[in-house]
Structure formats: C-alpha cells, structure tokens
C-alpha cells in the first residue's frame, strides 16, 4: 500500500453487538491488516453532544492544533493494545503471543508523518500502518490492500470517518437487542436496559442515516446473517469494498490461527445462531418485554420483530 491510497475499513457495532466476532472473521483475510484489538482511537478532547453517552475511547479522535507529532500518538487512547504491549501481565489478552514494542510503534508513527499536514486523516492512516509495521510476529500475506480497525460505537461519527478519509468504509454490525443485552449482563457492571437500549437505538440510527449519505461506503449487516453464513455475507460486503472472497471468512482467527472460541474478545464465545437465540431466551419475560418497547421503532427495519419466536416455529 503506497502513500495517498490508504484504505481503511472500520467495523463499528453497539456494545455486544459482534463487533469484535466481526474483526475476528476478517483477521485471516489476505488483503487485509487487522488491527488485534479494540482500535479505540478517540481522546480525550472529544466534547460534543454524546460526549456523556459514549466513552470518549470508541469516538473518532480530535487533535488539539499546538502539540506535536509524538504528542499525538499519545493522544490516541488506543488502551486494549497498550496495555497489552506495554503492561501485558495486566491484560485479558496476555496468553496471546504478539511481538510488538509500543516505543518501535511510535517511532514508525512519528516517521510515517514525517512532512505531511497534521491532519486528522493522516494522523490516523499513521498510526494504523505503524501498528501493522511495528508487529513483527503479525501473519503477512503480502497482498494487503486495507486495513481494518473496530471500535465500538464509533458509527455515531461515521459521517467524519468518511468526509475525512475518501477510501474509508464503515461497516455497521447489528445484533437483535435481547441477545445483545443477554451478553452485556455476563459484564461486571452491566448497564441497565434503559441506558443500554438508548445506546442500540442511537447507533442504529446513526447507521441508516449515514447510509443515505453515504451510500456506497456506509455499509449494514446483520450479526445473525453473519453467523448464519460468515463466508457468503463478509464477502459479499467485502465485495463491495473492492476486497475478494476468501476461505479465512468461514472461521474467527486471531494473528491468521483459527479460534474455537472467540474470548476473551468479548462476551460472544460461540458465533453461531443457536447461541444467540440461547443467549436471548436467558432474559425473563419482564426483560424481553422492556427491550422491545425500547426498541419498537427499529425492530422491524432490521427484521426482528419475530426473533424471539423462532423458539415455538421449531416446535
């Protein structure tokens, strides 16, 4: 990938939602660089109007004007992969072998800007090429054309992601909100339905309007199409990105080696359709029953309304 050309595929998906399974699909991918972690690249001068709805971490970063090159790589929050490289007995992820040395990543970032604008653009192609460079034990195809980042949420600045960088896509993964919010209980300090389902409902949102916009780079997909097909449904939206199919689509990897489970990623260890009804149906009825008040406007844009019936069909 030469300078000018960078292409950049962000997943973005509410809490639970199978982002990180997404990235976890797309890791093995030959024309891609998969970020290995949460990509989280906001900091902490995001201040806007969802500034009190979202960690700041997920957001699509802002650089103040007077600081430098080497400041801002350190803005960039980027805390999964940090503490990983830089702390790694404190990480969910230390059983995960990764040669890759915070200081050597820095100094590729601040070389790889070396005589270009400090502009949002190139601070963040910067700082993705270095993490790929700098990880030296990283599976190489030699055929990457991409590079491909998740963070949580950041659909809600999907409309910067591509004014800013021309080549982006963002793709949007939407998950049924009863087995998402079955997931997000397994946390230590799960949110409550009414400020989880407030959050569902903004992304989605954000992802149909910013789909309008942007039409051929704001992309939609379904987490249970995903786990249904994952090798028919990646491709056919990697298709669209200008990315060929690939035999890697039909499993979850980490660094190109096949996963059985995909942890400690997030809370969805089992990507496959009957887990997520599973999930879903651990909800008591009360529960099940808020979620789709909350939720009611969207349920039947994304094909939901009858998710939870799937059970008594079987029967």
Not at 182 to 193: E, N, Y
Not at 209 to 219: C, E, I, L, V, W
Not at 272 to 283: F, I, K
Request: proline share 7%.
């Amino acid at each position: 990938m030469s300078s000018g050309d960078f292409r950049l595929i962000m997943i973005s998906a509410m809490y639970e939602n199978g982002g990180n399974t997404t990235q976890r699909f797309l890791d093995g991918h030959p024309e891609l660089v998969s970020y290995p972690f949460e990509s989280q690249p906001g900091s902490k001068y995001v201040q806007d109007y969802l500034s009190s709805v979202f960690p700041l971490k997920y957001r699509w970063p802002v650089f103040p004007l007077d600081q430098s090159v080497a400041d801002d790589y350190e803005t960039i929050i980027d805390e999964e992969c940090k503490v990983r490289i830089k702390t790694p007995q404190s990480s969910k992820f230390r059983d995960y072998p990764m040669d890759l040395s915070d200081k050597v990543r820095k100094e590729r970032f601040v070389a790889l800007m070396a005589n270009k604008p400090r502009t949002r653009a190139n601070l963040v192609e910067a700082f993705f090429r270095a993490s790929g460079e700098a990880w030296k034990d990283r599976a190489v195809s030699g055929r990457e054309v991409a590079h491909v980042g998740y963070s949580p949420i950041i659909v809600v600045d999907a409309d910067k992601i591509l004014r800013d960088m021309p080549n982006a896509h963002v793709l949007q993964v939407v998950r049924n909100p009863w087995s998402a919010y079955g997931d997000t209980k397994k946390r230590a300090v799960p949110l409550s339905i009414p400020h989880y389902m407030t959050g569902w409902c903004l992304n989605q949102q954000s992802a149909l309007t910013f789909s309008k916009q942007f039409p051929d780079r704001m992309h939609i997909v379904r987490f249970e199409d995903i786990v249904g097909n994952p090798r028919k449904v990646l491709s056919g939206v990697l298709a669209k990105m200008g990315i060929g199919d690939a035999p890697s689509l039909e499993a979850p990897s980490w660094n190109s080696k096949v996963m059985t489970m995909v942890y400690p990623w997030g809370t969805v260890r089992t990507p496959t359709p009957e887990a997520n009804l599973a999930t879903a149906n651990e909800l008591s009825l009360a529960e099940k029953q808020e979620i789709a008040q909350r939720t009611a406007p969207l349920l039947e844009t994304f094909g939901y309304t009858d998710f939870l019936k799937q059970d008594r069909k079987a029967a």
